[in-house]
């Protein structure tokens, strides 16, 4: 999963299993949560989104779970595709004065073998 | 609908020289962010625009000033380059209706400061 550092933590599936990515957030003021793809050379790409008054959400192949009590949140990627291989983010939103303002995590490597 | 453009893609500049970085959209949001994405690490806010004629300093804006020339339109502008800039900045942007709400990015612009 994400932490602070100098190092992209990584990931590597084969062609048909499920993904889970981690995310630990440090601000417990936080109540919005996204998550993100970025491809190479691309900008990010939103994936899902989670308020805090929720702690499941499913989109297509994807599900977000938020557990507010370790302050963790992890993305599950379904039947995971070689084009579901990019870097994965997690962002959150403190709202109040943070209007608008995401914080990002580093990032994780997911490389899917086909 | 293009989303979000930046101009340019690539850009290779001299320590000490200036440039400003245009970015436009054309879904009618009124939030709009500049991002910096280093090596190994998710991206940190510059600057950001909660609506036309306001714009308001992120986590890292030394060194940066903006300009919100139009709804459509959020400039990012290096004043005197430096290597430390070196760097890919995307811009986003957002409705600006809730703070609870998805950032959609460019592409991004890749600068190499020498």
Redesign the interface.
């Known amino acids: 999963g994400e932490s602070v550092g ?3 933590p990584t990931l590597s599936v084969q062609e048909g299993d499920n993904s889970i990515i981690n995310c630990a957030y440090s601000n417990s003021a936080s ?2 949560f ?1 998550w ?1 793809k970025q491809e190479s ?6 994936i899902i ?1 989670i ?1 805090s008054n929720m702690d499941k959400r499913q989109g297509q192949r994807v599900t977000v779970l938020l557990n507010k009590t370790v302050k963790h949140l992890s993305l599950q990627i379904a039947a995971t595709q070689p084009g579901d291989s990019a870097v994965y ?1 997690c ?1 959150e ?1 403190a ?2 004065t ?5 914080t ?4 994780t490597i997911l490389t899917v073998h086909p | 609908n293009a989303g979000v453009t930046q101009t340019p893609k690539f850009q290779v500049l001299k320590t000490g020289q200036s440039m400003t970085l245009q970015c436009a959209q054309d879904m009618n949001h009124n939030s709009m962010y500049w991002y910096r994405q280093d090596p190994g690490m998710g991206l940190r806010l510059i600057y950001y625009s909660a609506s036309e004629g306001t714009t308001d300093k992120g986590e890292v804006p030394n060194g940066y000033n903006v300009s919100r020339l139009n709804k459509r339109e959020f400039s990012l502008r290096l004043e005197s380059a430096a290597p430390s800039q070196t760097s890919v900045y995307f811009c986003a942007s957002s409705d600006g209706l809730a703070y609870q709400e998805t950032q959609y990015f460019g592409p991004g612009t890749r600068l190499l400061v020498l």
């Open positions: 100098l190092h992209l109540d919005y996204i993100y050379g691309k900008g990010p790409q939103f989104d308020r983010f962002a939103n709202g109040g943070s209007y608008g303002k995401l990002f995590g580093q990032g």
